[in-house]
């Protein structure tokens, strides 16, 4: 127990050698469990949806459906992949893998208990925004490389949209990083053991804007326009089949609970909770996980998709003037507190 103990929580008193194998095997359990998380995000999210909706959601593959993720992932592996014959090829297939390797480099810094985390940097919180910023590239590559009008315009919505809303999600976490005085993930969480419920309540106007920004950074209901199968068929992957269209399936999963451990590392407390768990230190991370997962399933169950102008409007016009005045407000009160 005590070898375990070292090699997942006190790495450095291993040699240089030692430490990066260590790395590779956190890497490893973290990239597994995330991908067993997304493979059933699916089934959750069509299950809750269904109850709902009055609807059962997938019943006949299993018990229950609990294997129809399995089933899914089945027909898509043999699937025929199509390729348009006016295509560009090379970016056609390199653009799935650039929006599912941002999402799946951005939780290695995210810290699951105090000492386990892939790669604890000190500029964590930066290094999550820059590879939500490169998940980007493989929507807007996409669409461009598709040769669809349908799939350029998903593109050229989704390319509007992270512009707006990037800026609004990176100025909502500027008052956690004055509030901690870092950007370490790690030492974020630790500075919110001072204030009950993390920074929460002092960061309630940044965590509103974040978390709205955080619907529209996924591409997620009600802020889908990149896909709006309504105007655009698929949006951005209408011309995409078997696997590349599950890359960028698995790619939009991913990147909704590396949001969601975003809000919760800055906001919630990470891996605090109210009391102590024995035995299970990651306990208060998943639980706050799975809440937030279900946020995300019930907004897109309610609220129906907004107008383009709607989308734009709310982000340069409300969302980045609130994330400004919770900047100064968090100032003015350290200044008064100081």
């Known amino acids: 127990m005590d070898l375990l103990y070292n090699v997942f929580f006190r790495p450095q008193i291993f040699s240089p050698l030692v430490q990066v194998l260590i790395i590779l095997l956190k890497a490893l359990i973290v990239v597994g469990v995330l991908m067993l998380h997304v493979t059933y995000a699916t089934y959750f999210e069509r299950k809750s949806i269904g109850h709902m909706q009055v609807r059962l959601g997938p019943m006949r593959v299993g018990p229950h459906g609990l294997l129809q993720p399995i089933a899914d992932f089945i027909k898509l592996f043999f699937k025929e992949d199509i390729i348009p014959a006016n295509a560009d090829k090379p970016i056609f297939f390199i653009a799935p893998a650039i929006s599912i390797f941002a999402g799946m480099t951005a939780i290695s810094v995210i810290p699951f208990f105090n000492g386990f985390v892939v790669a604890n940097i000190n500029i964590g919180l930066l290094f999550i925004l820059a590879m939500s910023s490169l998940n980007a590239y493989g929507v807007v590559l996409a669409g461009w490389a598709s040769n669809s009008k349908y799939s350029f315009l998903g593109g050229l919505r989704s390319s509007a949209q992270v512009i707006s809303y990037e800026i609004a999600m990176g100025l909502s976490l500027v008052g956690v990083m004055m509030m901690a005085g870092s950007l370490n993930l790690s030492k974020i969480v630790q500075a919110q053991q001072r204030f009950p419920g993390g920074f929460f309540w002092p960061q309630a106007l940044g965590f509103f804007v974040f978390m709205v920004a955080a619907f529209a950074e996924t591409n997620r209901t009600p802020f889908d326009l990149p896909e709006a199968e ?3 068929v698929a949006g951005y992957f209408t011309e995409y089949s078997g696997m590349r269209f599950a890359l960028f399936y698995v790619a939009e999963y991913i990147g909704m609970i590396v949001m969601s451990l975003v809000g919760i590392t800055c906001f919630l407390g990470g891996w605090n909770g109210p009391f102590a768990i024995p035995y299970v230190p ?3 991370l998943f639980i706050k996980l799975y809440l937030f997962i279900f946020l995300f399933y019930w907004i897109r169950a309610t ?36």
Request: no cysteine; glycine share 8%.
């Open 282 to 284: 990651f306990a208060w």
């Open 303 to 338: 609220l129906p998709r907004y107008r383009y102008d709607q989308l734009m409007t709310l982000g340069w016009k409300l969302l980045i003037p609130l994330a400004l005045l919770n900047i100064i407000g968090t100032g003015l009160v350290k200044m008064l507190l100081h």
């Open 230 to 232: 309504s105007e655009l």
